[in-house]
């Protein structure tokens, strides 16, 4: 077997049903709004066209938050790695809705691309929302958020840039914060579990869950 086909992803694969709609803002806006996967450093500054605070967001989802967040925030840029079609196509389609200058995605494994696209000491910040917890215990080895991505993701980021992740499950809650606090280059922003700052957009799942007595716990940290 190679080292290709050993390679562990940062995803598993489960396509869904791709709308009419986010088929044609895939076809029309990723050209655009999309940076190939190419395993060689990118610009972000040219990229966007101007020097300004870079936010990455691994694993956007349906890219609604992601939306939200770009458009209370312009002056930031924003790059999304995202691997699942549907979504790609449904932030395309909000980002042509929004008419978002400051959004990019890359379609690809995020871990490829920060191995290979993403400089050491260029990101501002970096989010993962709702990250699959996988809860059954045997399949805990397919989360997200481990210690190789963690240690990856903050040689990534500058001086005093954030990583901001946020769950509805409390036992990878946990995990997370202490993959977090295992990590060197990471110190915490509060003790424990920080509060949603204003920059969450509570979403309508998270304001249901909520109302039902559910839980959510954001971890905010900062590189040292």
Do not use: C
């Amino acid at each position: 077997m190679t080292a290709e086909h050993r390679h562990i992803r940062s995803f598993v694969l489960r396509q869904g049903r791709v709308s009419n709609a986010q088929q044609r803002a895939h076809e029309t806006l990723l050209p655009a709004h999309g940076i190939p996967y190419a395993p060689q450093l990118i610009d972000l500054d040219t990229i966007y066209g101007r020097s300004a605070p870079k936010i990455l967001e691994i694993g956007f989802g349906m890219g609604e938050t992601t939306a939200t967040i770009a458009t209370a925030h312009p002056e930031n840029d924003y790059l999304g790695i995202e691997v699942h079609t549907p979504g790609v196509g449904s932030l395309l389609k909000e980002i042509g809705e929004r008419n978002l200058a400051n959004v990019r995605i890359v379609q690809h494994d995020a871990v490829e691309v920060l191995q290979h696209m993403i400089a050491p000491g260029t990101l501002d910040g970096a989010h993962i929302f709702f990250p699959d917890p996988w809860p059954k215990k045997r399949h805990h080895k397919r989360r997200l958020i481990q210690q190789p991505l963690v240690a990856l993701l903050a040689s990534r980021l500058k001086p005093g840039a954030y990583l901001h992740s946020a769950t509805d499950w409390q036992e990878y809650a946990e995990q997370i914060l202490d993959v977090f606090a295992h990590e060197p280059l990471l110190k915490n922003t509060a003790n424990g579990f920080a509060p949603r700052p204003d920059y969450r957009p509570q979403t309508k799942f998270e304001t249901r869950g909520l109302k039902l007595g559910h839980g959510v716990w954001d971890i905010i940290f900062r590189h040292v």
